[in-house]
């Protein structure tokens, strides 16, 4: 009788407890909303060409946006980032009426007082909020900056000793340093590079350079003692810049003799 009454009570409050549970469930709210959808981005021009002695980065962006049976979009944003993925500012698109598809949003964008003009490609990225908050998918585009009246960089004052005499044992640093002057802006200066040939001719290879400041650019190698009679001699350096146009100075030609240890 007593297992009997216990089974009872087991019974009574297992049920209690999922009676509450469910009365729980029944309260709670769990709306769900659509995210709004992105479409048909369009930009005028495909490509922004401009010059750095006026630069400007100015062009026309429009997108469609639907609800998606969500609630009304709060706003259509687009972002601008340059070649070194720097963003560039971000700016609203206003409506401009409805389509087949969805709200149009439309901006024209417009960037000056460009303190040093970066040629490349920029990153264009578009999303939507709606008023609840939750964020459309994301359209990218690629929008190329050109400067159609680029000038090449100019390489001068190679900074090297005229000789150099090889240590009879371990290594000595050897610096070499160039200047090289963009007249579309120091950021327009892609590379520099050094071009090094031993006495005979032979090729050695071609080395970065780096920035030191005050458009001039250096290497540093370490200079070891040799036996064979060919490594002395004067080698030669041909140094030279790249625009981020891809187009070349001339070439700035150098040289240094090397000498045997006394």
């Known amino acids: ?12 409050f297992l049920a209690l407890f999922i009676y509450s549970c469910e009365k729980k469930n029944d309260s709670v709210i769990d709306p769900s909303y659509d995210s709004p959808v992105l479409m048909n981005l369009v930009k005028v021009p495909d490509t922004v060409k401009t010059t750095s002695g006026s630069p400007e980065i100015r062009f026309y962006i429009s997108v469609v946006a639907n609800e998606n049976n969500g609630v009304p979009i709060k706003s259509v944003n687009c972002s601008l980032s340059d070649p070194f993925n720097n963003n560039m500012g971000k700016f609203s698109l206003n409506y401009d ?10 901006g024209i964008i417009n960037i000056g007082s460009i303190s040093c003009l970066l040629v ?4 264009i990225q578009v999303i939507a ?3 609840k908050g939750l964020s459309s998918n994301m359209l990218s585009s690629i929008l190329p900056v050109v400067n159609t009246a680029n000038q090449a960089p100019v390489m001068s004052n190679p900074v090297h000793p005229d000789s150099v005499i090889r240590p009879l044992s371990g290594s000595i640093d050897l610096t070499l340093s160039v200047k090289a002057v963009d007249a579309d802006g120091i950021c327009d200066i892609a590379f520099v590079y050094m071009d090094f040939y031993r006495p005979s001719g ?3 290879g071609r080395y970065p350079m780096s920035p030191a400041g005050n458009n001039v650019y250096s290497y540093t190698n370490q200079v070891t003692y040799a036996q064979p009679d060919s490594l002395y001699g ?3 350096f ?10 070349f100075s001339t ?6 003799k090397f000498v045997r240890p006394n």
């Open 120 to 123: 490349g490609s920029y990153s």
């Open 97 to 106: 009426g409805d389509t087949a598809t969805g709200k149009k949003y439309t």
């Open 251 to 256: 070439i700035l030609k150098d040289s240094i």
């Open 202 to 204: 032979s090729f050695l």
């Open 1 to 12: 009788m007593l297992k009997r009454i216990s089974s009872i009570t087991v019974f009574i």
């Open 234 to 236: 004067y080698y030669k």
């Open 129 to 131: 909020e709606n008023e």
């Open 238 to 247: 041909n140094f030279f810049a790249i625009d981020r146009s891809d187009v």
